[in-house]
Structure formats: structure tokens, C-alpha cells
């Protein structure tokens, strides 16, 4: 069994820090504790409200967020808590209790397709997050490390697979209309959820690794200009695209040329409507929101 790793991240909310691992933590489950007596479920939320200054524990697939009082500061006692929680992954000890594990299994699971503005893309919503980021994927060699994609393209009319959040965005090609194939691809993942087969690997979450996308590989060296740009997106942006099944990312930004290039994933991706999207609503929003920095916006594979 390969060590468990802990990376630190903080959040928009100073209060608030994630302890991010290496594997998966839970599987289609997310928990927030407010004191120990509500950590019963979580063997490690209970050890770690020991520490004083814990407010607030969030478990999730692959993190452990955590909301302090004021009475210390984050870059004083990050470091103790990430040797912490990576001494006890380590130690074998369990997450969550076995009692919990049985219970969530019986949770029954609900999937609903849902059309978005790209035509050859259908969206489909569980009731329950199946990912923590976003992973897609062209083809069935892409997904080597996403045991989902990789059952869908087992299905000849499934073209590219998204996942994110709670909700898994399939293409499919011309050769089947979505009025035969939605109820069949809908029963077909709510199965899989509800057998608690694995959404992806722990080789998806190696941010080394191939499936790491070139944006997430580059978002540590963006520029104070692309920090910004980026930070605009993920508040204006992000949460529109979402809900039509897709995801944008900031790829880079040319300072000579005043350009932006952003990703397009998911629904976005070859999208008729993507285009004047990004012109007449990103591009716009950018040039009046950081006035005489940008001059353009061109898509990735939009």
C-alpha cells in the first residue's frame, strides 16, 4: 500500500485550510463536523478537534478541510496538522467508521439527464459528488486511471467523457440521437454509483501524473496578470459553464498581444454556441473588468 501524502492548499476564506491527500479519503461522500460529538462517524475528525484552535472539519474524497478560531494563525500550525492527519493515513486507521460505511451504502442513488447548449453533449447529475476537480477525457486510452470513462466507452456511440463535481458530461457521435441512448447511459451510471465501483484511481489525483491537465500543471508559475484573470473566471464564470455540463480554465495570457487563453472541457468543448460565448460574454467581461490589459480571448479546443 503506497504512503499517504498531504499537500497544503489554502481557500478564498482566510479561515480555512485544505489538507489534500494523495489517495481517496471517502467515495461519493462528504461530511462537515462542527464538534467532536458530530465527528463520531470520522475516527480522524474526532482526533483532530483534540487541537484547539479546531472549528470546523470537512471530509472529502481526497482532502480534509478545516476551519480554525482565531486564537492562532494558519502558517504557524499548518505544518503540525499536515504531519498529523499524514501519521494517521499512514497508521491504518480508518476514516470512517465501519457503521458508517454500511450506512451510506444503502443511500439509494438518483441520476437525471439534463440537455446543455452543446448539441452532441448530454449532462448527467447525481445526487451525491463524484469527484473532487475535473478530468476528461478524448478516448478510452485517456482513461487508463477513470474506471467510469472507461466502462462508458464500451458504448460505440460514446465520443469524449467529462466528470466533475457531481455530474458526468458524455459526446457521443452522429450515429445515435440522444432520444435513443440518454434513459440507457442514465440507468448505466446510476448502477455504477450505486455498486460503489470506484469513479477514479488514486493515480488520477498525481498531479505528475498524465491526467493532470496542462492548465493544473501550469497554474503554480501564472503571473500576478494571470492570477487575476483566473481569479474573474472562477467567480463570474466558472459557476455559468458548470451548469451547462463544462468547465473554462485560464491556459495563459501573452503580454505583448494582451490575449487570453483559456480551456474549454466538457459541453464547452466544440460547442456551436462556445464561440459567441466567449466573445460576446468573457471577452467582454475581461476587457471592462481589467480596462486596457486585454485585448482578446481565444479558446483551446472550443
Known amino acids: ?120 453533449v448530454m449532462k448527467f447529475v447525481a445526487n451525491k459528488p463524484l469527484v473532487e476537480g475535473v478530468f476528461e477525457y478524448k478516448d478510452i486510452d485517456e482513461a487508463e486511471h477513470a474506471p467510469l470513462a472507461q466502462a462508458l466507452f464500451s458504448f460505440p456511440f460514446v465520443k469524449e467523457v467529462f466528470i466533475s463535481a457531481n455530474y458526468v458530461s458524455i459526446m457521443k457521435y452522429d450515429v445515435a440521437s440522444w432520444e435513443d441512448i440518454s434513459l440507457e447511459l442514465r440507468e448505466f451510471i446510476k448502477s455504477y454509483i450505486e455498486d460503489a465501483k470506484p469513479i477514479l484511481t488514486d493515480a488520477a489525483l498525481d498531479p505528475s501524473s498524465e491526467q493532470s491537465t496542462p492548465v493544473q500543471q501550469k497554474r503554480e508559475n501564472f503571473s500576478s496578470t494571470e492570477k487575476e484573470i483566473e481569479a474573474i473566471l472562477e467567480e463570474y464564470v466558472k459557476p455559468a459553464v458548470a451548469g451547462d455540463g463544462g468547465h473554462i480554465a485560464l491556459d495563459s495570457f501573452n503580454e505583448e498581444t494582451q490575449t487570453a487563453r483559456v480551456l474549454l472541457q466538457g459541453a464547452c468543448s466544440g460547442c456551436p454556441s462556445s464561440t459567441v460565448t466567449l466573445k460576446n460574454g468573457i471577452e467582454t467581461m475581461l476587457k471592462e473588468m481589467m480596462p486596457g490589459r486585454i485585448s482578446a480571448v481565444e479558446a483551446i479546443n472550443g
Not at 22 to 28: E, I, V
Not at 43 to 53: I, V
Open 1 to 120: 500500500m503506497s504512503q499517504y501524502t498531504i499537500s497544503i492548499e489554502p481557500t478564498k476564506n482566510e479561515a480555512i485550510v485544505k489538507f489534500v491527500a494523495n489517495s481517496f479519503l471517502t467515495r461519493f461522500e462528504s461530511f462537515e463536523f462542527k464538534n467532536i460529538d458530530e465527528a463520531k462517524p470520522s475516527p480522524l475528525a474526532q482526533q483532530l478537534f483534540h487541537l484547539p484552535f479546531v472549528k470546523t472539519v470537512y471530509v472529502s474524497q481526497n482532502f480534509i478541510a478545516i476551519e480554525k478560531f482565531s486564537i492562532v494563525e494558519w502558517q504557524d500550525v499548518q505544518e503540525e496538522v499536515k504531519e498529523a492527519i499524514e501519521e494517521y493515513l499512514n497508521s491504518g486507521k480508518s476514516v470512517l467508521a465501519e457503521v458508517q460505511r454500511e450506512d451510506k451504502k444503502k443511500v439509494p442513488v438518483t441520476v437525471y439527464a439534463e440537455s446543455t447548449p452543446n448539441p452532441i
